[in-house]
């Protein structure tokens, strides 16, 4: 490992001016390339204490052993030349984006003497119209065969074109109507030519002038009564119509332009771009990319733009750019992009409206795409079995823990707070056997304590189940007295785990006396906080003190993704290729989601309850009847028993009940106007989950509303 120091340059080396640097490993392989507005103050910032570095930017500058620079006179040509530099030497620690494939054009050959409408991938040539790109190749093929009934184009290969001069006879096409067949001079070069510029038109958007005149012809036709004639019209028009609405307008001002959007996470990012031509969605492209830099959600928005324009000029680059986040500075990456297409180019961040909403599903499209591409990385065997296994050598685990439990704690301010457990086995969730926790022992916030409390009395369940088959027969000093109440615990859904193939169903501690699975008989080999060493070593404590030592534990921390330890000073930090890491984020991710769900629900049931919530045994059927028959709580409680039970199914010993609950929640005393000396009686709203209910909720202050962790 490099020392930065070793190669940092002088003092006043470095100008202050534009520029874009390289940094080199021993082997003078390039593997950095960035641009600055002033060389000076950004490399001044890796050449500081590795301590209060980003783990990637400390990799980067510990694996280089120089650093160079070229000055340009504007942040435009610094643009320019990093992504040159970057095709070039195509730097390991600069982000890149994974295409896994070439996106297919519709590609029309205007630069032939009969043009010829194909598909083309690739580099794009001179003189040939582009319409695109499409996701599939048969898409292009579809809408082609669609038009060729209107616009008979030339399709086939020099191959074909020639051999059918040279015998006098056309392809098949010709003799089926779906192509002129300039090869044998049924139609001259020039009117191929101007068929050739209407079939562009309609593709570019121009459509209403062709189905007005296709219809004006078949009403013509109709009235001389040439029906074979007017029908074939009339497929004509169908034939564009369906055309049209493989692309439908979604922008009514015919708008020319490309959407950006960007989905990502600590390690990964996919990029979704919707080409829109003519107010219609004309193609969509999308990558993902391994975050390998310190990269902002701007920083990976101007790299995308250089990825989709950097080889592009003309209309290829579009007027309009819509993004999720201007690049900082903006200035030099539209004046890039104007120079590209050379007219004037518009990147901005939409913010109402058509493109607004359009914008929200290309973010939609880059989540998904981003979902999937983590899918299919999880679900590979094999990139699962080296997770476990990386993960086992960085903690020095005696082998892959094939069960992974979570946990995290979540709270607004200190209210409701509650916790989670997240289950994974061979790096799969277990939905089946994840669990809620709400944090009774103490009030308000103490993250620290709140998990040494849920590993308690996760632990202690799982010590239970083990003293009930006799698997384990307890000590003195271990306190496992007593069955933990109903709060330990709340299942998700069906729990337990079902017995593996092969396995004996009865074997014991597998299940109760009674056939249904046991809730806590199975510990993991390894139970993973969401957290720093504070909440590892409250982790540990728990287990020590129920006397568990077989159990790992380890916290991941958000900011830096670092793994800690108990009882070391310095955490594990995972390469950021990592399997292993990767598969602790999707856990810690999980039980992060988990938790903030049943907090808020338990929120919102918090928010929603009222006085009638308090009387035993009275259901919702019963409120809302109370409710719908009194108007309001407040009739309620001024009600006598009598008429409480004049409402269907509440008897008098539930009208009892209901009276002495409401009298104890009623109000100390009325407010009072000082100004005029009234007395000021509101009605209490609905509190039983109608309309007035979610006003309450809907009334929080902001900053009762967030800061949820």
């Not at 580099?123 to 040939?128: A, I, P, Q, T, Y």
């Not at 790299?303 to 900082?328: M, N």
């Amino acid at each position: 490992m490099a020392d930065p120091s070793s190669y940092r340059p002088r003092p006043g080396e470095i100008p202050d001016s534009p520029g874009v640097y390289r940094f080199r490993d021993e082997h003078r392989r390039v593997i950095y390339v960035g641009k600055a507005k002033s060389l000076r103050q950004r490399l001044a910032n890796y050449f500081q204490d590795l301590a209060n570095l980003h783990p990637r930017t400390r990799s980067m500058v510990t694996t280089a052993a120089s650093v160079e620079w070229t000055v340009v006179s504007t942040e435009v040509e610094a643009l320019q030349l990093e992504y040159s530099w970057i095709k070039e030497y195509d730097p390991r620690f600069n982000v890149k984006y994974r295409d896994d494939k070439s996106y297919p054009y519709l590609a029309v050959t205007m630069n032939d003497e009969f043009p010829r409408v194909q598909v083309m991938r690739g580099h794009k040539r001179k003189g040939v119209r582009y319409f695109g790109p499409y996701a599939h190749a048969w898409a292009i093929r579809d809408t082609v065969d669609l038009l060729l009934r209107v616009f008979p184009v030339r399709t086939c290969s020099a191959g074909v074109f020639k051999n059918a001069e040279r015998t006098g006879r056309p392809c098949l096409l010709g003799y089926i109507g779906k192509c002129s067949a300039p090869c044998v001079g049924r139609i001259s070069p020039e009117d191929h030519y101007e068929l050739a510029e209407e079939f562009c038109d309609f593709m570019a958007g121009r459509t209403g002038t062709y189905l007005r005149r296709l219809e004006k012809q078949m009403a013509e036709a109709s009235d001389e009564m040439e029906y074979e004639r007017a029908a074939r019209l009339r497929d004509d028009v169908g034939a564009l119509k369906k055309a049209m609405e493989k692309n439908a307008v979604v922008l009514a001002d015919a708008t020319d332009a490309d959407l950006i959007a960007v989905a990502e996470d600590e390690l990964e990012a996919a990029v979704q771009i919707f080409h829109v031509r003519g107010g219609r969605v004309r193609g969509q492209r999308g990558w993902v990319t391994d975050k390998v830099e310190e990269i902002t959600t701007a920083a990976l928005v101007e790299h995308a733009l250089q990825q989709l324009y950097g080889e592009e000029t003309g209309d290829a680059v579009p007027k309009e750019v819509l993004v999720p986040a201007l690049p900082d500075p903006v200035e030099p990456v539209q004046e890039w992009l104007t120079g590209r297409r050379g007219a004037n180019v518009s990147l901005r961040i939409p913010q109402r409206g058509d493109k607004k909403a359009l914008m929200e599903t290309v973010q939609r499209n880059a989540q998904q795409a981003l979902v999937l591409h983590k899918t299919k990385r999880a679900s590979d065997l094999t990139t699962r079995s080296r997770a476990l296994e990386e993960i086992a050598d960085a903690l020095g685990l005696d082998s892959a823990p094939l069960r992974i439990e979570c946990y995290d704690v979540s709270h607004l301010q200190g209210d409701d707070v509650v916790a989670s457990m997240v289950v994974f086995e061979d790096g799969l969730q277990r939905k089946n056997e994840y669990r809620r926790f709400q944090i009774k022992g103490f009030a308000g916030q103490d993250d620290v304590r709140s998990m040494h409390e849920v590993i308690t009395r996760r632990f202690r369940r799982y010590l239970t189940e083990k003293e009930k088959s006799g698997e384990w027969a307890g000590s003195e000093d271990t306190p496992v007295n007593g069955t933990p109440g109903p709060a330990d615990g709340v299942p998700l859904g069906a729990p337990g785990v079902a017995p593996a193939a092969g396995e004996d169903d009865g074997i014991i501690g597998l299940k109760d006396d009674d056939g249904r699975p046991r809730k806590f008989a199975y510990p993991p080999q390894l139970v993973v906080v969401d957290g720093g060493r504070p909440q590892v070593a409250a982790a540990r404590r728990a287990l020590d003190e129920l006397g568990i030592d077989d159990i790992a534990v380890c916290g991941l921390a958000k900011r830096l993704e670092e793994v800690w330890v108990p009882g070391e000073e310095d955490p594990v930090v995972l390469p950021r290729s990592s399997e292993g890491l990767y598969l602790l984020q999707r856990v810690r991710d999980e039980a992060h989601r988990f938790a903030i769900t049943y907090q808020r629900a338990k929120r919102a049931k918090r928010l929603r309850s009222g006085p009638l919530d308090e009387v035993p045994g009275l259901g919702e059927t019963r409120k809302q009847a109370l409710i719908k028959h009194f108007g309001s709580v407040k009739r309620l409680r001024a009600a006598t028993l009598e008429q409480i039970q004049e409402v269907p199914g509440i008897g008098r010993k539930t009208a009892e009940t209901i009276a002495v609950a409401l009298a104890r929640s009623a109000p100390a005393a009325p407010a009072v106007n000082t100004a005029t000396g009234e007395i000021i009686e509101e009605e209490e709203p609905d509190t039983t989950g109608g309309s007035s209910g979610e006003s309450v909720s809907a009334g929080l202050p902001d900053d009762r509303r967030g800061q949820e962790t």
